[in-house]
């Protein structure tokens, strides 16, 4: 379980970052919307505190795209006219305002899937349109093939998501299931991103990743949603966690390639 932890997450944040890095802000956000890290945080609080506390965390969950989705729209706007830590600041502050609203007054999967339906609707509507251009689809250096991420910047982002994985993990008991599945979709990877994108590329590029990583969560919506009907609907605890999962990675992963050639024709 430790080397679960230790080694799972990191190891997909350290291929998205080199993806980002090798096509684009647009492909890195979309790659950023993958359950990359809520995923292997529900698997852990299912195997560690049963169904029944996954199934409300993963609720939380998907309720949390809304103050995900606030975090990035936030960030966008105010990095048109601040630096990347006036705009963190404000993301973050956002973030926890949305999260606890919803943490108040989330109740059920209804309720989580009409919320997270509407910020994932109104998203693409809700984020600034860069006052300069920005490539999409190719790494920010003319006729470069990969652009080497800047310093540190992988290895912060390893390290964020996994601290925000064993803090969720270790201390879930202690937050209880809500607390535990809005946490799960703390702004770890999508923020470090924004951080690093708009300190070397400036902030339409932040936004542009921010706004494509608001693209991909239809794929979080649609492996939570998945993950919670297939534990509701299980007959054994230990055999449905594993199926489970694998069911809800093969929806997110057929909603993800959909969102892709949705963004991909959007040239916004």
Known sequence: ML????????????IITLASHRWGPKVGGWLAGFPVIVGPILLILALDRGIAFAIDAAIMSLAGIFALIAFGVAYAWSGRYWGWFSSAVLGLIVWFAAATFLVATVNGLVRASIIAAIALIAAPWSFPIPTRHVNLETPPVANAKYVKPASGELFVRMLASLIVTLGVTMSSQALGPMWSGVLAIFPTLGGVLA????????????????RGMAMGLWSIAAFTLTLVICFKNASNETSSIPLSFAC???????????????FIADRK
Not at 3 to 14: E, N, W
Not at 195 to 208: E, I, L, P, R
Not at 252 to 260: E, G, K, S, T, Y
């Open 248 to 262: 809800a990675l093969v929806v997110a992963l057929a909603v993800q390639l959909i969102a892709r050639w949705v």
């Open 3 to 14: 080397a679960l932890k230790l080694l799972l997450v990191p190891s997909c944040i350290a």
């Open 195 to 210: 951080v690093f994108s708009h300190a070397t590329h400036g902030g339409d590029y932040a936004a542009t990743l921010l």
